[in-house]
């Protein structure tokens, strides 16, 4: 049975048509799902047990701590200034930002018709056999248009997703950018304060070495005159040629992370700014943070530019989605132009000789053999990618800060209990002393005390150490250590967004 559609009203179906069409014209379509942030996957605060310290009251988030107001010592900020200005990673990742801009530039400019002015000329000549004429025919034309030519109507959103999708990776590079400024500034302090423990190691080994040989050779007297055994003798020497292999272990250390300190520099840190020893405990205190906020919460975190880099990429993949829903919907594309043409080159501009050609196209997809549907898939699974990625940020962040409390409850009381093991070990070292010079004890007593203080004193420095770059660990993961000067964070944080977004636009 044929069904005839003469006679159909097809008035409303048009109107709904031509309306729909309309108002994605006028308001334009946008295809992309509805941004929701992630939930949080770690918990509100961290802990408080018996290992994590209790976190002081603090007026400013840790985020919002100058490294200047945080790290007091002037020649550390000198050498922190230096890296800043020299590190070859931090003029990549700048670099980088401009790559990421001028690829948002690219893509913003597929939202405009690019217009552009076309001159051209045309001269032939044609033999008489083939001409009507049967005489041979010269004949020329010249045209001047503007124009622009496969300009898209972007009624579902494609070219505004891909822009927005541009525009998140831009942005998510500026954090990249500021998550490696972050990470120099603390690796310059570790590798500054490492360096300075290092030294102070070797100056005890050199110390050591020195009283060690002395010792040798009183006991090499004492031999020589009948008075100590060659057991006695062995065993000093073993000490000496011990701390001796210490001197040199330390020395090349020493260069190592002078060398290490280099480069991350990226210039030759003068002399006069390199350190010799670890600064004392209550200068410590003083030069590296000491002050955490109460009640610390996990929402910190969210300052943290890592963070921020993995929600950006996030959006990124959630406008990607919209531009791959799009390919779904038909595409309308402009070619047109204006101008004036003529038959000779005096004539082009007289009147008259005005041009004009419009042609605009559509393209439906009716059958692609899935590539549409798959790359919607791919977009999909790629936005689920983020979202883990995003995740574990977060975790990572929320253990990176729980570590480094968990450490800094500890920290405390091991470094008074190490020092207590040096007075302990000293005061060892000299009764075992006074003891074999009564001809009380031997000489093994006295070596084996030695040892100890010996070994306690370096893990003092170690200790010592540790309490440092767990100060500088914990305020480079509250997102601590971009801008230099504590007064400066508050409009920084504000318009930070604003000012990457208005970059953009130069």
Same mark, same amino acid.
């Given at each position: 049975?044929?069904?005839?559609?003469?006679?159909?009203?097809?008035?409303?179906?048009?109107?709904? %048509?031509?309306?729909?069409?309309?108002?994605? &014209?006028?308001?334009?379509?946008?295809?992309? =799902?509805?941004?929701?942030?992630?939930?949080? =996957?770690?918990?509100?605060?961290?802990?408080? /047990?018996?290992?994590?310290? @209790?976190?002081?009251?603090?007026?400013?988030?840790?985020?919002?701590? $100058?490294?200047?107001?945080?790290?007091?010592?002037?020649?550390?900020?000198?050498?922190?200034?230096?890296?800043?200005?020299?590190?070859?990673?931090?003029?990549? @990742?700048?670099?980088?930002?401009?790559?990421?801009?001028?690829?948002?530039?690219?893509?913003?400019?597929?939202?405009?018709?690019?217009?552009?002015? +076309?001159?051209?000329?045309?001269?032939?000549?044609?033999?008489?056999?083939?001409?009507?004429?049967?005489?041979?025919?010269?004949?020329?034309?010249?045209?001047?248009?503007?124009?622009?030519?496969?300009?898209?109507?972007?009624?579902?959103?494609? %070219?505004?997703?891909?822009?927005?999708?541009?525009?998140?990776?831009?942005?998510?590079?500026?954090?990249?950018?500021?998550?490696?400024? !972050?990470?120099?500034?603390?690796?310059?302090?570790? @590798?500054?304060?490492?360096?300075?423990?290092?030294?102070?190691?070797?100056?005890?080994?050199?110390?050591?070495?020195?009283?060690?040989?002395?010792?040798?050779?009183?006991?090499?007297?004492?031999?020589?005159?009948?008075?100590?055994?060659?057991?006695?003798?062995?065993? *000093?020497?073993?000490?000496?040629?011990? @701390?001796?292999?210490?001197?040199?272990?330390?020395?090349?250390? %020493?260069?190592?992370?002078?060398?290490?300190?280099?480069? &991350?520099?990226?210039?030759?840190?003068? #002399?006069?700014?390199?350190?010799?020893?670890?600064?004392?405990?209550?200068? #410590?205190?003083?030069?590296?943070?000491?002050?955490? =906020?109460?009640?610390?919460?996990?929402?910190?975190?969210?300052?943290?530019?890592?963070?921020?880099?993995?929600?950006?990429?996030?959006? *990124?993949?959630?406008?990607?989605?919209?531009?791959?829903?799009?390919?779904?919907?038909?595409?309308?594309?402009?070619?047109?132009?204006?101008?004036?043409?003529?038959?000779?080159?005096?004539?082009?501009?007289?009147?008259?000789?005005?041009?004009?050609?419009?042609? =605009?196209?559509?393209?439906?997809? !009716?059958?692609?053999? $899935?590539?549409?549907?798959?790359?919607?898939?791919?977009?999909? #699974?790629?936005?689920?990618?983020?979202?883990?990625?995003?995740?574990?940020?977060?975790?990572?962040?929320?253990?990176?800060?729980?570590?480094?409390?968990?450490?800094?409850?500890?920290? /405390?009381?091991?470094?008074?209990?190490?020092? #207590?093991?040096?007075?302990?070990?000293?005061?060892?070292?000299?009764?075992?002393?006074?003891?074999?010079?009564?001809?009380?004890?031997?000489?093994?007593?006295?070596?084996?005390?030695?040892?100890?203080?010996?070994?306690?004193?370096?893990?003092?420095?170690?200790?010592?150490?540790?309490?440092?770059? +767990?100060? %500088?660990?914990?305020?480079?993961?509250?997102? /601590?250590?971009?801008?230099?000067?504590?007064?400066?964070?508050?409009?920084?944080?504000?318009?930070?967004?604003?000012?990457?977004?208005?970059?953009?636009?130069?």
């Amino acid at each position: 049975m044929r069904r005839s559609w003469k006679g159909t009203d097809m008035t409303p179906i048009r109107t709904t %048509v031509i309306a729909f069409a309309v108002a994605c &014209l006028v308001s334009g379509c946008n295809l992309a =799902p509805h941004y929701v942030r992630p939930g949080s =996957p770690v918990p509100e605060a961290f802990a408080e /047990g018996e290992g994590t310290s @209790a976190p002081a009251a603090a007026a400013t988030p840790v985020a919002d701590l $100058g490294w200047r107001e945080v790290f007091t010592d002037p020649a550390l900020q000198e050498v922190i200034a230096l890296a800043l200005d020299n590190n070859r990673d931090l003029r990549v @990742a700048a670099l980088n930002i401009e790559v990421a801009r001028a690829q948002y530039r690219v893509q913003r400019a597929d939202l405009s018709p690019s217009l552009s002015v +076309n001159g051209s000329g045309n001269s032939s000549r044609t033999p008489g056999d083939l001409s009507a004429t049967g005489r041979p025919q010269v004949t020329r034309d010249y045209s001047a248009t503007l124009g622009f030519s496969a300009y898209e109507l972007d009624l579902f959103g494609r %070219v505004r997703n891909l822009k927005e999708q541009a525009l998140q990776q831009f942005l998510s590079t500026a954090e990249a950018r500021r998550s490696t400024h !972050i990470s120099l500034v603390a690796q310059v302090v570790t @590798a500054y304060y490492t360096l300075a423990a290092d030294q102070e190691l070797l100056k005890l080994a050199q110390s050591t070495l020195a009283s060690q040989e002395y010792s040798y050779r009183l006991q090499q007297r004492s031999f020589d005159y009948g008075v100590a055994s060659e057991l006695t003798i062995s065993q *000093a020497r073993t000490t000496v040629e011990s @701390a001796r292999s210490d001197v040199e272990r330390y020395t090349a250390q %020493v260069a190592q992370d002078h060398n290490a300190l280099t480069l &991350l520099v990226g210039a030759a840190v003068p #002399a006069r700014l390199l350190p010799d020893a670890l600064p004392a405990t209550a200068d #410590a205190e003083r030069n590296v943070l000491a002050a955490v =906020p109460a009640g610390l919460s996990s929402d910190l975190l969210q300052r943290r530019p890592d963070i921020l880099e993995a929600e950006r990429n996030l959006r *990124a993949a959630n406008a990607n989605i919209g531009a791959a829903r799009a390919a779904f919907y038909p595409g309308i594309s402009l070619t047109a132009s204006a101008g004036s043409a003529s038959a000779s080159l005096s004539g082009l501009f007289d009147a008259g000789s005005g041009s004009w050609s419009f042609a =605009p196209s559509i393209s439906i997809p !009716i059958f692609n053999a $899935g590539r549409n549907r798959a790359n919607l898939d791919m977009a999909k #699974a790629n936005r689920d990618i983020d979202v883990a990625r995003y995740e574990k940020a977060i975790q990572t962040a929320f253990r990176e800060v729980a570590d480094a409390l968990a450490q800094r409850g500890t920290l /405390g009381r091991q470094l008074q209990a190490q020092q #207590a093991l040096v007075d302990a070990s000293a005061d060892s070292y000299r009764l075992s002393q006074a003891r074999f010079d009564r001809g009380v004890d031997s000489y093994l007593g006295v070596l084996d005390a030695q040892r100890s203080l010996y070994s306690a004193q370096q893990s003092l420095i170690g200790t010592r150490l540790d309490r440092l770059t +767990n100060l %500088v660990t914990f305020y480079k993961a509250m997102g /601590g250590g971009w801008v230099s000067s504590t007064a400066d964070a508050t409009g920084h944080s504000s318009s930070h967004d604003q000012m990457k977004t208005a970059s953009i636009k130069d």
